[in-house]
């Protein structure tokens, strides 16, 4: 073994213990990195929730000022039509009342049924969905497929259609893109000659499928019909009817007030019109088809019945949206069927002569001449 020079030792071990120093000194801003970015990576963890927790807020307070907004562009106007004997339009005609059912439960039609196919959207409405699903079985019309399609629901609508599966034709539970895409996704299990959807907070009245059943029979000529209606609170009570002047095609361009509710069509006239909801309608989804059923061609018979009762209450989309998405959506079909954008004054002249035609009606209602 060579000996090495004491020299050379002392040198080699300092050579050493700086090159460990350097390796520690390196290694140090390494180790300060890791732990930056770990703290940036919590700090943006933290920012991105308080960014949801704001939005969430900011989405919140659009809500309220949306219903807001409805009650006071609205609430005026409704006033007005109440002191005038308008009643179309007017949700709350008077207090809370015990629900009396209108006209007579027909038990069967009195000619060969047709199979009625009936669609339900569902999404976070399981404090209504039961009532209303109740409200369609309770019929007992045999040929009737009853689907009830729901978005996902986060709300007791899971333990509801529980209860209800075994009864209904098809029940499903799955992501939308929004109520028209619902409708179309539950019509796709559906082949009946008669079509129609409910939505999940409403209800039809006793005997309204055999009438309905019963009048497609005996009158085949007859493309699309809907009948008269009662506004309920969430509770259940009554607080308005809606007594419709019989059908007229032009008034249809300037405003809707066909009760959604109680509108059943052929399946012929869907295939006409594309067999679908366009789903680019969030709120005039029913107005913008009753519009293409018209352009088609249909023919429509307002029924002397009242076939369904409309739920009004703050959390639906009528309440909430009308002064903002409702508005939107109403001038774009405005605009479809005019070719050009038309003016509060011009729609209150096109309507005038329906409504002085639905007062008398609901006058004659009133006084028991005319009987629905």
């Known amino acids: 073994m060579v000996p090495v020079p004491a020299e050379d030792f002392a040198l080699r071990r300092v050579k050493g213990i700086n090159l460990m120093q350097g390796t520690r000194d390196s290694r140090a801003p390494a180790e300060q990195r890791r732990g930056l970015v770990a703290n940036l990576r919590r700090e943006l963890q933290e920012t991105r929730r308080e960014l949801q927790e704001i939005t969430d807020q900011f989405h919140a307070a659009l809500q309220r000022e949306e219903a807001l907004r409805a009650r006071i562009h609205w609430g005026w106007r409704q006033r007005l039509r109440t002191c005038l004997g308008v009643r179309l339009g007017v949700m709350q005609q008077y207090r809370p009342r015990p629900l009396q059912i209108p006209g007579d439960d027909t038990t069967g039609a009195r000619l060969a049924p047709l199979t009625i196919s009936l669609v339900t959207p569902s999404f976070n409405q399981g404090n209504f969905l039961g009532r209303t699903i109740e409200s369609v079985l309770d019929q007992r019309y045999v040929r009737l497929e009853y689907v009830v399609q729901d978005g996902l629901s986060t709300d007791e609508t899971a333990q509801v259609l529980a209860r209800y599966r075994p009864l209904l034709t098809h029940c499903e539970s799955e992501k939308d893109r929004g109520q028209a895409h619902a409708i179309n996704l539950g019509f796709e299990h559906a082949t009946g000659e008669v079509m129609a959807y409910l939505n999940s907070d409403d209800l039809l009245l006793p005997g309204a499928l055999h009438y309905v059943a019963d009048y497609f029979a005996r009158n085949p000529d007859v493309d699309v019909v809907y009948g008269q209606r009662v506004v309920i609170d969430e509770n259940g009570a009554e607080i308005g009817r809606w007594v419709?002047?019989?059908?007229?095609?032009?008034?249809?361009?300037?405003?809707?007030?066909?009760?959604?509710?109680?509108?059943?069509?052929?399946?012929?006239m869907w295939d006409r019109v594309g067999g679908a909801m366009d789903?680019?309608?969030?709120?005039?989804?029913?107005w913008d088809l009753i519009l293409r059923f018209r352009d088609a061609g249909a023919r429509f018979v307002r029924l002397p019945r009242f076939l369904g009762a409309f739920r009004y209450h703050?959390?639906?989309?009528?309440?909430?949206q009308l002064a903002t998405r409702g508005l939107t959506e109403m001038?774009?079909?405005?605009q479809r069927c005019h070719g050009r954008s038309v003016t509060f004054a011009e729609i209150a002249r096109h309507l005038s002569g329906y409504f002085m035609r639905h007062v008398a009606c609901h006058r004659l209602y009133q006084l028991g001449i005319l009987r629905y």
């Open 331 to 334: 001038n774009r079909l405005r």
């Open 279 to 286: 789903e680019s309608f969030q709120f005039a989804l029913d």
């Open 314 to 320: 703050a959390q639906q989309k009528t309440s909430s």
């Open 244 to 268: 419709l002047p019989p059908h007229d095609n032009a008034v249809l361009s300037w405003a809707d007030y066909v009760p959604q509710e109680t509108l059943f069509w052929r399946r012929r």
